[in-house]
């Protein structure tokens, strides 16, 4: 198909959603590291998660070989209300520009939680409900994964307990509201409702709060309470096994035009989103079918995969999570105050960190100022209002496509624009108002955080 005649969105039909999830494990030579317990240091079973998960995400948790996993007719018909996602030629943002290069953006903030993560959340909902249980727990930083969760379990009516970093409950009480809309609970966190959480504050009055230590509540909640159980909106191998529909989608949709892109970029919080995206393009590059150039953007604020260590951490802050080997800055590493561009968590998906680590993908950093300065030169050619978060990608592919000027390269550059930024205002309002600073952690700074990593010694799986 010629440039000409490729459309401004690339639509698949409601047919063409995913009726299977791709399991990028299965064609990893090098699996990603097991979680293991904090005590034995022994690879988890799924009898010991069963308390904190659901069943049927334990199972696909330690799933390191099936390929393809059916998307159960429920989630599939819940799909049908806001995918499949277009995939956008960003035409103005090219010429702009004034690149060569081609833009494509896979769209995941057409549903009302306004981000990718309601693909996982409605997955995890739904096998929280088929095992009978009377709800679920979870901890939320910017308020995405608590609104795709509380969407996703009163579809399916059952309770949903939101744990939610403080200094995003009291800056974002629109997101709070949102998730009450939809039945959820929420709870600032640190609170005195857990005793993790009153040990944080005692140990650090006035904290502002952290994901970490979120988790560390939301954790505690659903082991101490009868028929609940812990999920969990990024970093586990299940949630990239559903995020990959954004993957499959896109891929199916290049093929409908005949193009393959050359770059894939996206945003790296804990990793959902991008390993969503690459999955069935890794698997190709695995398989020595294909070859893509896969970059990861984090924030220079919360630089895990390019400064961290490549370690067992815990997931959390109060330590209560089995361990996982990951890139990490350590789970007591709190981004600066100044930063508000989201993806602050001090850890990386397993699958992702072992992929980075075998050379498969690369990872870069933005600072925040230029983020918000790529978000805005983005909506204004392309209308979309982006997330924070999604605008660490579009940084990286403005950059890409501005390289392809000089050297007047035509390659097809596809990054994911994870979600919208309505709830990003007080962000947004910092940036105009020529209030956004960048800090970057200083050597010391990721010390401090280091030497919390417990020793694991060398235990090798
Ligand atoms: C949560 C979120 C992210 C980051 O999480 P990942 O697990 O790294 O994808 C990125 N963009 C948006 C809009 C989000 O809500």
Redesign the pocket.
């Known amino acids: 198909m010629s440039n000409k005649e490729i459309p401004y969105k690339v639509y698949l039909s409601e047919d063409e959603i995913p009726k299977e999830w791709y399991n990028v494990r299965a064609d990893m030579k090098n699996k990603p590291a097991p979680l293991i317990h904090p005590g034995t240091h022994k690879p988890l079973s799924v009898e010991e998660m069963e308390p904190i998960f659901c069943r049927e995400l334990c199972e696909q948790e330690l799933d390191n070989d099936t390929r393809l996993i059916p998307i159960p007719k429920e989630i599939q018909d819940f799909y049908k209300m806001y995918r499949p996602s277009p995939l956008v030629r960003a035409y103005c943002l090219e010429k702009k520009l004034d690149t060569p290069a081609h833009i494509y953006y896979k769209f ?2 057409n549903n009302t ?5 309601l693909n996982s959340a409605i997955a995890q909902a739904y096998y929280a409900k088929n095992q009978g249980l009377k709800g679920v727990t979870t901890e939320t ?5 608590g609104t ?1 969760l509380s969407m996703a379990c009163s579809y399916f009516d059952i309770d949903c307990k939101v744990y939610m970093v403080k200094v995003s409950y009291e800056q974002k009480p629109f997101r709070r509201e949102v998730m009450r809309t939809y039945g959820a609970d929420v709870t600032p966190s640190p609170s005195d409702t857990t005793n993790v959480g009153r040990q944080i504050l005692k140990e650090f009055p006035g904290t502002t709060g952290s994901l970490g230590c979120a988790i560390s509540e939301a954790v505690e909640a659903a082991t101490s309470t009868e028929g609940y159980r812990y999920v969990l ?3 586990l191998n299940q ?1 990239l096994l559903h ?1 990959s529909v954004i993957g499959v989608e896109a891929k199916k949709a290049f093929e409908k035009i005949g193009v393959k892109p050359d770059v894939i970029i ?11 995206l690459i999955s069935p393009f890794m698997g190709e590059k695995l398989r020595g079918e294909a070859d893509y150039r896969i970059i990861a953007v984090e924030p220079a604020s919360c630089p895990s995969l390019t400064r961290g260590k490549f370690v067992y951490d815990f997931c959390d802050t109060g330590h209560v999570t089995p361990l996982a080997k990951m890139y990490t800055l350590g789970s007591e590493f709190i981004p600066s105050a100044n930063h508000a561009g ?2 602050r ?1 001090h850890g ?2 397993p699958i992702l960190s072992q992929l980075y680590h075998d050379g498969y993908m690369e990872a870069r950093t933005a600072e925040q100022t230029s983020v918000f300065e790529a978000a805005e030169e983005f909506a204004r050619v392309e209308g979309i209002l982006p ?4 605008s ?1 990608a579009i940084r990286a592919a403005i950059d890409e496509a501005l390289k392809c000027k000089e050297t007047g390269e035509e390659k097809n550059i596809l990054f ?1 624009l ?4 309505y709830f990003d205002l007080v962000a947004y309002q910092k940036y105009n108002d020529g209030e956004m600073s960048d800090y970057i952690p200083t050597d010391e700074d990721l010390e401090a955080g280091f030497a919390k990593i417990p020793d694991t010694g060398d235990v090798q799986f």
């Open positions: 995941e903030g939680s306004g981000s990718h993560k930083g910017a308020g995405q994964w795709a909106g990024s970093v949630v995020q996206g945003c790296a919080g804990g990793g959902s989103n991008l390993g969503g989201g993806l968590y990386m998906s997330a924070p978060e999604s660490h994911g994870t979600g919208t930024g």
